[in-house]
């Protein structure tokens, strides 16, 4: 099982950008489509972004398309989520993922994952 850590959250102003970083054990990482989450406290986990094994193909949930980029550097087993724009509505604990090696399902169920992160809180502010 792939194991996650992600680092990167703090505060930031509206407008503002951050980059997220999650960090993979493992000497598969390259097999793994990855993916991020987000939660605020009272609502369900929703996806934000996924990307496959192969570098460039990827899919993001509407509310942050143009704004979030996902990428992965599989030589460091390192997956990115770069935010700009960013707006208070995107203030939540985001969650890196890991789905099953190869996995070409539906990325935007919780239930499609196989690992999580534990979290990284991401504030903006006005």
């Known amino acids: 099982q792939v194991q996650l850590v992600e680092s990167g959250g703090g505060l930031v102003q509206a407008g503002g950008s951050l980059r997220l970083s999650c960090a993979a054990s493992?000497?598969?990482?390259?097999?793994?489509?990855m993916g991020w989450f987000r939660q605020t406290p009272g609502k369900e986990r929703e996806f934000v972004g996924a990307?496959?094994?192969?570098?460039?193909?990827?899919s993001y949930a509407d509310s942050v398309k143009g704004r979030f980029t996902i990428s992965r550097d599989n030589a460091k087993n390192t997956v990115y989520l770069d935010l700009s724009s960013l707006k208070p509505d995107d203030t939540a604990v985001y969650y890196c993922?890991?789905?099953?090696?190869?996995?070409?399902?539906?990325?935007?169920?919780?239930?499609?994952?196989?690992?999580w992160g534990q979290g990284t809180q991401v504030t903006v502010s006005w």
């Open positions: 990307i496959l094994w192969s570098v460039g193909s990827t």
């Open positions: 993922a890991a789905y099953a090696a190869y996995y070409r399902g539906p990325m935007y169920y919780t239930s499609s994952v196989a690992s």
């Open positions: 493992g000497r598969t990482f390259s097999s793994y489509p």
